[in-house]
């Protein structure tokens, strides 16, 4: 009963490794051409700029794929079904992100 009790603990330790470990080592930010993409792990997702209404810093506790602190921003954005949505981040360099974002969406409000 015991060795039966630690192989499934084994089992689920691995399997939520599975998720865990490639958000930790694979989450980053890139901004594109035409839009920002996003990347958490098994999570992607581009944004184009034109669609990106907001970006505030926060350190709303909720959790995201793509964010690996608590320091974060929360992009808001027009999904594909034309609806207000937002993601939250955590790039390294908040400010500069937020700086590079609006150079290249002049209108997005900070």
Not at 47 to 61: G, M, R
Request: aromatic share 12%.
């Amino acid at each position: 009963m015991k060795l039966a009790l630690g192989i499934t603990a084994c089992i689920m330790f691995l399997l939520s490794m599975i998720f865990v470990m490639p958000m930790l080592l694979n989450t980053y930010y890139i901004f594109g051409e035409s839009g920002l993409y996003i990347c958490g792990g098994l999570f992607k997702i581009t944004i184009p700029y034109e669609k990106i209404q907001s970006a505030k810093l926060t350190k709303n506790p909720l959790a995201s794929p793509y964010t690996l602190s608590i320091s974060r921003l929360r992009i808001g954005y027009m999904n594909k079904n034309s609806e207000s949505s937002f993601l939250l981040i955590s790039p390294k360099y908040r400010q500069k992100f937020i700086e590079q974002l609006s150079e290249l969406n002049p209108n997005v409000v900070i």
